[in-house]
């Protein structure tokens, strides 16, 4: 069985030719999700063009400069998608060790480019800038998941010996084969974004890969006690790095005195406030008039609440869970464990800016500065996130082909067994009725 399961596990290891000609069968949970993330990204595109045509005149001399960017970014993020919708999974999983040098490489690299309010982030050539920390979320989703799938799995008793587990065997297989080599890799990815300083990064990259640690059943109890124990102490590290004064100033106008909040955390709570339940109408924001700083980026939800009020937001909020659902679905119907994970991490991505962003202009959390997947304006984090759809797309077509490919096997055997009753009871009556027909004689 050992055998076997090296021999497996070596297979999904190897390099495998990047695409696939046919990933498999659409399945209406597939098709089902696609029409819920068009939904979304047509709603996005209408909120940041509305949130933007005011900046965009004032500020660029057009009101159609984001909208015109946001276009040309989702017209190349779909096309990465359908691309992406074909790489093989065995690829990827093959790739995320080289990937990951990489990565490390170009974070290194954004270190040496010219601050941008007081951080390095961007990888800037000629016109075109690369938002490193949105590659590395990508990366870790893909290496995590695959350490975490080739990690061995132990209960109590080992399946083949029906034996009890010795401790010290449990320890090594919880701690060091389930939890710290596939946290260690996160480690010079973070020290990198600490140095830039990315805060938001940080957290996030954090967060995907404690999800996906976490859902594989990792560590076990071990891991949920180490995440237990990371959030009760998080404040207390936080507040005690004096080094970092862009993370200090966070902390310090986090507050429910609107005296001492943020300042673009106290326009937030305005426009939040004036749409109350049916909005003020599309178009018809106030903030939005160069009032509310990052009106089309980090604070897009904050637009949506003036114009659309409670119930637009809530829409929006719903989609999002929708979204997430069909997602995981997708990911638990998949293929494989790596499959499996690498979905979970994709829509814990999508699940944690969502929630973060939320939680910034409401002043739920200090002000850190993420995005809205699919609203918020920003090439690089909507080209790499459609990439990732489309990777959602492979995993679930292969996995729709892998369970077509379990029914017809169960269908076959079924028909073999019933084939082989039907035989045994025919012999069964032939005897009876030779042992008739000697009776008679």
């Known amino acids: 069985m050992e055998a076997a399961r090296r021999q497996y596990r070596q297979k999904e290891t190897t390099w495998a030719p990047p695409l696939q000609r046919d990933p498999g069968p659409w399945s209406r949970l597939v098709i089902n999700w696609m029409a819920t993330l068009a939904v979304i990204m047509a709603f996005g595109l209408v909120m940041l063009y509305s949130a933007s045509y005011t900046t965009g005149?004032?500020?660029?001399?057009?009101?159609?400069?984001?909208?015109?960017?946001?276009?040309?970014?989702?017209?190349?993020?779909?096309?990465?998608?359908?691309?992406?919708?074909?790489?093989?999974?065995?690829?990827?999983?093959?790739?995320?060790?080289?990937?990951?040098?990489?990565?490390?490489?170009?974070?290194?690299?954004?270190?040496?480019?010219?601050?941008l309010n007081g951080c390095r982030r961007w990888i800037r050539l000629g016109g075109l800038t690369l938002q490193t920390s949105e590659v590395a979320k990508f990366e870790m989703i893909l290496?995590?998941?695959?350490?975490?799938?080739?990690?061995?799995?132990?209960?109590?008793?080992?399946?083949?010996?029906?034996?009890?587990?010795?401790?010290?065997?449990?320890?090594?297989?919880?701690?060091?084969?389930?939890?710290?080599?596939?946290?260690?890799?996160?480690?010079?990815?973070?020290?990198?974004?600490?140095?830039?300083?990315?805060?938001?990064?940080?957290?996030?990259?954090?967060?995907?890969?404690?999800t996906i640690l976490m859902m594989s059943g990792s560590g076990g109890i071990i891991t949920w006690a180490g995440a237990g124990t990371a959030a009760l102490l998080l404040e207390t590290l936080l507040t005690h790095?004096?080094?970092?004064?862009?993370?200090?100033?966070?902390?310090?106008?986090?507050?429910?005195?609107?005296?001492?909040?943020?300042?673009?955390?106290?326009?937030?709570?305005?426009?939040?406030?004036?749409?109350?339940?049916?909005?003020?109408?599309?178009?018809?924001?106030?903030?939005?008039?160069?009032?509310?700083?990052?009106?089309?980026?980090?604070?897009?939800f904050s637009v949506v609440c003036e114009e659309l009020g409670f119930i637009g937001a809530t829409l929006i909020i719903v989609l999002f869970i929708l979204f997430i659902v069909q997602g995981l679905?997708?990911?638990?119907?998949?293929?494989?464990?790596?499959?499996t994970m690498v979905g979970i991490g994709i829509m814990a991505q999508i699940a944690w800016q969502v929630?973060?962003?939320?939680?910034?202009?409401?002043?739920?959390?200090?002000?850190?500065?993420?995005?809205?997947?699919?609203?918020?304006?920003?090439?690089?984090?909507?080209?790499?996130?459609?990439?990732?759809?489309?990777?959602?797309?492979?995993?679930?077509?292969?996995?729709?082909?892998?369970?077509?490919?379990?029914?017809?096997d169960h269908a076959r055997r079924e028909a073999e067994r019933a084939a082989q009753e039907a035989e045994r009871a025919s012999r069964t009556i032939n005897l009876e009725d030779a042992r008739r027909a000697q009776n008679g004689k």
């Open 329 to 339: 679905l997708i990911a638990y119907k998949a293929e494989n464990q790596f499959c």
């Open 57 to 115: 005149y004032l500020r660029m001399g057009d009101s159609l400069h984001y909208i015109k960017q946001q276009a040309i970014c989702m017209a190349i993020g779909i096309g990465c998608m359908v691309v992406m919708s074909y790489v093989d999974h065995r690829f990827l999983r093959w790739a995320s060790k080289p990937l990951y040098w990489v990565v490390l490489a170009m974070l290194a690299v954004t270190l040496t480019f010219a601050p």
């Open 241 to 300: 790095v004096d080094s970092i004064e862009y993370l200090q100033n966070r902390l310090k106008t986090w507050s429910d005195d609107l005296e001492k909040v943020n300042p673009q955390t106290k326009q937030s709570l305005y426009a939040i406030g004036s749409g109350g339940l049916k909005g003020l109408g599309l178009g018809n924001s106030v903030e939005k008039q160069l009032w509310l700083p990052e009106s089309t980026n980090d604070f897009i």
């Open 143 to 210: 290496l995590t998941a695959h350490l975490a799938s080739s990690a061995p799995q132990i209960g109590r008793f080992r399946p083949s010996l029906k034996e009890k587990v010795r401790l010290k065997d449990w320890l090594f297989i919880r701690i060091v084969r389930q939890i710290i080599l596939p946290v260690l890799p996160l480690v010079p990815v973070l020290v990198l974004l600490i140095m830039e300083p990315h805060m938001s990064g940080i957290l996030l990259t954090t967060a995907i890969v404690g």
């Open 355 to 408: 929630f973060c962003n939320i939680a910034v202009v409401t002043n739920t959390i200090p002000n850190t500065g993420i995005s809205l997947p699919f609203f918020s304006s920003g090439g690089t984090s909507l080209i790499l996130l459609l990439a990732e759809m489309g990777v959602m797309v492979n995993i679930g077509r292969n996995g729709e082909r892998a369970a077509q490919q379990r029914a017809a």
